[in-house]
């Protein structure tokens, strides 16, 4: 029996308990204390313990965004890469090495289970000279995907946008002779109106830009589909505009109250979302939460959700 396979075996409390208890004994290695439409497709809301619809096939590996787990790994980042494996979870997405060097990072991972095929990095850490240091970092920890998960507010104007769009297929270009792809992660001002009615109606958005002018060769999205729910936007609808684009999404709920929520909590339609996978070209499922009350249990009751689908 493989780490991963055992870690798992050891039953889905233990990780939580272990770090807990370091945190309490102190010992060395210790984690610290660290207006939406109706999405729901008819489903109410409900907790993230009940019963999910069918899913067929269902996910075949299920990941997590690390920014959700941030405090745990801002104090020990093997002991939380192992708590998440225990969970069940089969990838991670970095935000962040929290000050480790990518061979130190990789060799945890390895000794895991798991694997980290994206990370978040800022617009600055792929372009100019910072980026070979990054494609450097990604190869040792196994990046495909560089994505950038935020952009200032001095950027966020059509010229701004197109001007990521650019960098980030610069950016893509060098990175393709390494085999990694960049990509783009929205939150809800993308979908912001930025200028007057475009052809055939509606205003141009931040994020029509980014579609239009990032290189498919190169340049991928992955999208939030909390944060574009919470802008009343419909994925599927994008799905259908621009098929394929999608490889990357983050999981994370809508309550009616516009409240984020873990997966199943909300009322995000996630089995006719999953339907559309193939669609999309969606092939990495990373849980989030940016603000969880607890991260080990917000993650746990998300992979069970997604994992009964």
Request: net charge negative.
């Amino acid at each position: 029996m493989d780490r991963k396979h055992f870690l798992r075996a050891a039953g889905l409390g233990w990780g939580a308990a272990w770090l807990a208890g370091c945190a309490r004994d102190g010992t060395p290695g210790s984690a610290g204390e660290g207006g939406a439409g109706d999405l729901s497709g008819g489903r109410e809301q409900g907790d993230a313990a009940a019963a999910p619809a069918g899913l067929q096939p269902a996910l075949e590996t299920i990941g997590v965004q690390l920014y959700t787990v941030r405090s745990l790994m801002a104090d020990d980042v093997a002991a939380t890469l192992d708590a998440v494996a225990q969970i069940g979870y089969d990838e991670v997405e970095f935000a962040g090495y929290f000050g480790h060097e990518p061979a130190v990072v990789r060799a945890w991972l390895d000794a895991s289970g798991l694997t980290a095929p994206a990370a978040h990095f800022d617009l600055g850490a792929i372009t100019g000279s910072a980026l070979e240091e990054t494609l450097e970092a990604a190869a040792v920890v196994g990046h495909r995907w560089l994505v950038v998960p935020w952009i200032p507010e001095e950027m966020r104007t059509s010229d701004g946008y197109r001007e990521v769009a650019d960098l980030l297929n610069t950016a893509g270009s060098i990175a393709a002779a390494a085999g990694i792809r960049v990509g783009y992660h929205n939150h809800a001002f993308e979908f912001d109106v930025l200028d007057g009615p475009a052809d055939g109606g509606g205003g141009v958005t931040g994020y029509s830009l980014l579609l239009e002018h990032l290189d498919p060769a190169v340049a991928d999205l992955e999208i939030d589909f909390h944060w574009s729910a919470a802008a009343g936007v419909d994925a599927l609808d994008l799905f259908a505009q621009r098929p394929g684009r999608f490889p990357l999404c983050h999981v994370k709920d809508l309550t009616t109250d516009g409240q984020m929520a873990d997966a199943g909590a909300g009322i995000i339609d996630w089995p006719g979302l999953f339907a559309r996978s193939e669609e999309a070209g969606l092939v990495h499922y990373f849980v989030e939460h940016d603000q969880p009350a607890d991260p080990l249990a917000s993650i746990e009751a998300s992979y069970r959700y997604l994992a009964g689908m």
